[in-house]
T-cell receptor, first 114, second 110 residues
Framework: DTEVTQTPKHLVMGMTNKKSLKCEQHMGHRAMYWYKQKAKKPPELMFVYSYEKLSINESVPSRFSPECPNSSLLNLHLHALQPEDSALYLC?????????????FGPGTRLTVT | GIQVEQSPPDLILQEGANSTLRCNFSDSVNNLQWFHQNPWGQLINLFYIPSGTKQNGRLSATTVATERYSLLYISSSQTTDSGVYFCAVHNQGGSEKLVFGKGTKLTVNP
């Protein structure tokens, strides 16, 4: 099973709302990732969790707050977002073992900030 | 950081045609992946191919690591092949960051 699931599929939120995106994998992967993708652009890395610890934060604004409750789950908490944060948010996971680090992506959450 | 360039940026084919997509990278890599992003946004893994040649049905890929490029071949294209094809690499040296090229947008017309 090479499936990464994400909920919700679509999310519309106002600039004063607080919401969360969720990601889950059951492949035994020990690294999980959040990416942001704007229209007609490639995905851009936001955060990496390795063995449930934050290992990379690509200078993401604090209105995005990641959380890794356990090795299968990854959340992205959203607060006081701006309209320019509207994008497709992709979660990915990988084995994080030496030699092979193939990443598998979820279907994404399409976020609209009004 | 490592640079990834894909060509061509856009490609329009008739159904049944063959095509070759190219990915050049500026430094040694220990991971190279090809993805197909469908119109709904899903990134589908096509190949994990840091070196060598692999085939999967009508698709095949070759990476020549010493010359820092990879090629994706699509034969007998179908309308369902439409979408954006991304090449993404990890630098050698252990970085967890997957660096994407800008993609090739493929349109297959019936």
């Amino acid at each position: 099973d090479t499936e990464v699931t994400q909920t919700p599929k679509h999310l519309v939120m106002g600039m004063t709302n607080k919401k969360s995106l969720k990601c889950e994998q059951h492949m035994g992967h020990r690294a999980m990732y959040w990416y942001k993708q704007k229209a007609k652009k490639p995905p851009e890395l936001m955060f990496v969790y390795s063995y449930e610890k934050l290992s990379i934060n690509e200078s993401v604004p604090s209105r995005f707050s990641p959380e890794c409750p356990n090795s299968s789950l990854l959340n992205l908490h959203l607060h006081a977002l701006q309209p320019e944060d509207s994008a497709l948010y992709l979660c990915a996971s990988s084995h994080r073992t030496s030699g092979r680090n193939e990443q598998y992506f979820g279907p994404g959450t399409r976020l609209t900030v009004t | 950081g490592i640079q990834v360039e894909q060509s061509p940026p856009d490609l329009i084919l008739q159904e049944g045609a063959n095509s070759t997509l190219r990915c050049n990278f500026s430094d040694s890599v220990n991971n190279l992946q090809w993805f197909h992003q469908n119109p709904w946004g899903q990134l589908i893994n096509l190949f994990y191919i840091p070196s060598g040649t692999k085939q999967n049905g009508r698709l095949s890929a070759t990476t020549v690591a010493t010359e820092r490029y990879s090629l994706l071949y699509i034969s007998s294209s179908q309308t369902t092949d439409s979408g954006v094809y991304f090449c993404a690499v990890h630098n050698q040296g252990g970085s967890e960051k997957l660096v994407f090229g800008k993609g090739t947008k493929l349109t297959v017309n019936p």
